[in-house]
Nanobody, 129 residues
């Protein structure tokens, strides 16, 4: 049974930094993608970043590229997005998600859509103001 628990959200001023955490349990191999999504009130969830645990490949949405870094501590099974230079438009509920990767012409790749992720955490709020 896979469980994901996020923590680390809070309030920060524009230009500040936050590091969220997602603690995973029940993942029995490294053949998984883990991802961060965010959702503003009344809007659909949007993908922020993904990482393929088995190979380390990462993906970032254009809106966070250069400001957010996703990494994983394998010893602790914890996923971290380091969020720097935060902007008011980064204010949202942030969710951690996990699922297996897709096999494409260039190898394993992490899915980008929220419908493609089976496991979700409860979310943690980030407010930038």
């Amino acid at each position: 049974h896979v469980q994901l628990v996020e923590s680390g959200g809070g309030s920060v001023q524009p230009g500040g930094s936050l590091r969220l955490s997602c603690t995973a349990s029940g993942l029995t191999s490294s053949h998984y993608c883990m991802a961060w999504f965010r959702q503003l009130p009344g809007k659909e969830r949007e993908g922020v970043a993904t990482i393929y645990i088995g190979g380390g490949a990462t993906y970032y949405a254009d809106s966070v590229k250069g400001r957010f870094t996703i990494s994983k501590d394998d010893a602790k099974d914890v996923l971290y997005p380091q969020m720097n230079d935060l902007k008011p438009e980064d204010t949202a509920m942030y969710y951690c998600a996990a699922d297996t990767p897709d096999l494409g012409p260039q190898g394993w790749a992490c899915p980008q859509g929220e419908d493609e992720y089976e496991y979700w955490g409860q979310g943690t709020q980030v407010t930038v103001s």
